[in-house]
């Protein structure tokens, strides 16, 4: 069977249409998280965030969390009043926004345990915006929680 070039050029342009609706279903099933709803007012608030930073890393005891099987333990600085700790903190998972997080600070002699049973396996990002009276302080790091882990 032969084909003329008529065929030929209706045959091309069928199969990019084809491609092209494949690929805008692929596009539109696609799940996109963003970092936060409101990203253009936390924009603003960047600079406050900046100053809480370095707020935190000139504290002589610094705020310290330990990660291991049974939960995240966050340690506050000895040298502030427990009472007059307060904050929040976070655990942003980049991959699902729905595995999101947040605990307000409840300091029980300095520290605070967030159970493992709690959160779900993942990466998460901690991020614990808090406060000592009027001043406001901000550490964040990455961290993984899982319950079953390799041995």
Not at 90 to 114: A, G, N, R
Request: glycine share 6%.
């Amino acid at each position: 069977m032969k084909l003329n070039w008529g065929a030929g050029i209706a045959i091309l342009y069928t199969g990019f249409v084809a491609m092209i609706l494949v690929l805008v279903g692929m596009s539109v099933s696609q799940k996109i998280d963003l970092v936060t709803d409101q990203y253009y007012a936390e924009e603003l608030r960047f600079q406050d965030k900046i100053n809480k930073v370095q707020r935190a890393e000139k504290l002589t005891e610094p705020l310290r969390w330990e990660v291991d099987e049974s939960g995240i333990t966050i340690h506050f600085p000895k040298m502030f009043s427990a009472k007059n700790i307060s904050g929040n903190v976070k655990l942003y998972c980049p991959s699902d926004d729905k595995k999101d997080l947040v605990f307000p600070v409840q300091t029980e002699d300095h520290s605070q345990f967030i159970k493992s049973s709690q959160i779900p396996d993942g990466r998460y990002y901690l991020q614990i915006d808090w406060k000592n009276g009027s001043e406001t302080y901000w550490n964040e790091d990455l961290i993984v929680m899982n319950s079953n882990p390799q041995k």
